[in-house]
């Protein structure tokens, strides 16, 4: 099954939605395989963010990510990179549609309450980047019978 990389940001964990994003994952019917706090800083940063390191606001992008430390979340699922990306809405939180993540949670281009791996290939990137094999957990799912059809579980 598919795994994709969400953080949360500093701005979540600064105004306290980290339980209502987490909650709207779980609720959604993805599984919690990784996650962990941590610093962010510079070096990782330009990693991640490459393709924006030239744009003028990158350095303000870089203080925004670092201001606090952040969650960093590896979710498993049927389409989990999609399902996860449609879930979290617009770059920016004005444009977001109601009812995503950033639509509901946020009001700005900058602050929007989470990052979330926009490819198949990405995901696999990022989660090597950010976690270690080991802090990924691969265990057996009771209610996995219950959230999906048999035909739909490519185990
Ligand atoms: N960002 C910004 N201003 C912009 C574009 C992006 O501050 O004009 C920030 C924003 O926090 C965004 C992140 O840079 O989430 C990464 O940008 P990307 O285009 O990859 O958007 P995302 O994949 O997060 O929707
Ligand atoms: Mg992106």
Same mark, same amino acid.
């Given at each position: 099954?598919?795994?994709?990389?969400?953080?949360?940001?500093?701005?979540?964990?600064?105004?306290?939605? #980290?339980? =209502? #994003?987490?909650?709207?994952?779980?609720?959604? %019917?993805?599984?919690?395989?990784?996650i962990k706090m941590m610093q962010l800083d510079e070096q990782i940063l330009r990693i991640h963010y490459a393709h924006l390191v030239d744009r003028p606001f990158f350095p303000m992008l870089v203080?925004?990510?670092? #201001?606090?430390?952040?969650?960093?979340?590896?979710?498993?699922?049927?389409?989990? #990179?999609?399902?996860?990306?449609?879930?979290? %809405? *617009?770059?920016?939180?004005?444009?977001?549609?109601? %009812?995503?993540?950033?639509? =509901?949670? %946020?009001?700005?281009?900058?602050?929007?309450?989470?990052?979330?791996?926009?490819?198949? @290939?990405?995901?696999?990137?990022?989660?090597?980047?950010?976690?270690?094999? @080991?802090?990924?957990? =691969? +265990?057996?799912?009771?209610?996995?019978? *219950?959230? +999906?059809?048999?035909?739909?579980?490519?185990?």
């Amino acid at each position: 099954m598919e795994q994709t990389f969400v953080i949360l940001k500093p701005s979540t964990i600064q105004r306290s939605l #980290v339980g =209502d #994003v987490l909650t709207r994952f779980q609720r959604k %019917g993805l599984f919690i395989t990784g996650i962990k706090m941590m610093q962010l800083d510079e070096q990782i940063l330009r990693i991640h963010y490459a393709h924006l390191v030239d744009r003028p606001f990158f350095p303000m992008l870089v203080n925004s990510m670092t #201001v606090t430390p952040v969650i960093v979340m590896v979710l498993k699922g049927k389409d989990a #990179v999609a399902v996860v990306r449609s879930m979290v %809405g *617009a770059t920016n939180c004005r444009n977001a549609a109601p %009812g995503t993540i950033r639509g =509901d949670f %946020g009001m700005s281009g900058q602050e929007n309450i989470v990052h979330a791996s926009d490819s198949p @290939e990405n995901a696999v990137i990022e989660i090597n980047r950010f976690f270690k094999p @080991e802090e990924i957990f =691969d +265990y057996p799912i009771p209610t996995l019978a *219950a959230t +999906y059809a048999p035909d739909e579980i490519d185990q």
